[in-house]
């Protein structure tokens, strides 16, 4: 091959690799890191931008888009030594290139092992319970603390949302077993509750028919005693009407033992004739 013809080859390479390099179009929603001779010279924004080749160089290409982080699952150990699983996913938006890249290695990385282990120390502080309840708490508190430091690396924290929070496996079968418990002792509560308000009613019943039955007794013995007051006033002292109500009372009762169902034989007394006679002959003398 002839020698000019490589040189004029070799010249267009050149001269389109320079071009190359010298003429950048940047898209919209990046910010390009140039530095020149190794060092930080000048963020080129969407559009077009020129280069002088050779000492210019596109370090970094960054998106100013949000950025979506999606933070990892990890275990979490409460104040009362409950362990629980959470994750959760941030929006992070780079405001500042420069920082973005020159203040911290790798700042995805950085603010992802940052929300672990901010998540884990508010977590810690509180109890299963309140844990479990307060995403909202959480996450306010989360993207509290990890603010500062994000601005540091030229990163602005749109949003932290927790995704989920739930006991660990051994720790949800522990909960269910003290579910469990505590529903048989509520149940063990209510059930000796009933047989004690049973207990109080049957008593307050005994104690109401004891109660009724001797106010009964009392109102018969004053009725008796009423009566013989009666009877006493009405006889006076002659024996004659008191005998003679006796022996009344004591022919009913005989006539009713013997015309009771279930009397098959009834017994006389043997002295019943003179009894009567006596009852009739001190009536007769009176």
């Known amino acids: 091959m002839d020698a000019g013809l490589v ?5 267009l390479v050149f001269l389109a690799v320079t071009l ?8 919209q929603g990046e910010e390009w890191i140039v530095e020149r001779l190794g ?21 970094y290409k960054l998106i100013t888009k949000d950025i979506i982080l999606d933070v990892q699952e990890q275990e979490v150990i409460t104040r009362d030594n409950a362990v629980i699983l959470t ?3 941030a929006f992070v938006k780079v405001t ?7 203040g911290v290695t790798d700042f995805a990385e950085a603010i992802r092992n940052m929300i672990m282990t901010t998540l884990r120390s508010i977590v810690g502080e509180m109890e299963l319970d309140a844990a479990l309840s307060s995403r909202d708490k959480i996450k306010a508190r989360l993207r509290e603390s990890i603010a500062d430091e994000a601005v540091d690396w030229g990163l602005t924290v749109k949003s932290v ?34 047989a004690k308000q049973a207990a109080i009613l049957e008593a307050e019943a005994r104690l109401e028919s004891a109660k009724r039955d001797a106010n009964a007794q009392v109102m ?11 009877v006493t006033a009405a006889i006076g002292d002659q024996p004659g009407p008191m005998l003679f109500l006796l022996g009344e009372k004591y022919i009913a009762s005989l006539e009713k033992l013997g015309q009771a169902p279930s009397s098959k034989l009834v017994v006389m007394p043997a002295d019943l004739q003179e009894t009567l006679r ?5 009536f007769g003398k009176g």
Do not use: F
């Not at 190359?20 to 898209?27: E, M, N, Y």
């Open 39 to 59: 060092k930080y010279y000048r963020t080129i924004t969407p559009g077009l931008n020129i280069l002088i080749p050779y000492l210019d160089n596109v370090a």
């Open 161 to 194: 949302e927790i995704q989920d929070i739930k006991p660990s496996p051994s720790m949800q079968k522990a909960m269910e077993l003290q579910a469990a418990a505590e529903r048989e002792r509520k149940a063990a509560v209510t059930k000796a509750e009933g």
């Open 7 to 11: 040189i004029v080859i070799a010249l």
């Open 87 to 89: 994750n959760a996913i």
């Open 96 to 102: 500042d290139p420069v920082k973005a890249v020159y």
């Open 20 to 27: 190359a390099k010298g003429v950048r179009l940047v898209s």
């Open 278 to 282: 006596g009852l009739i002959g001190r």
């Open 220 to 230: 018969l013995a004053e009725a008796s005693a009423e009566s013989i007051r009666r």
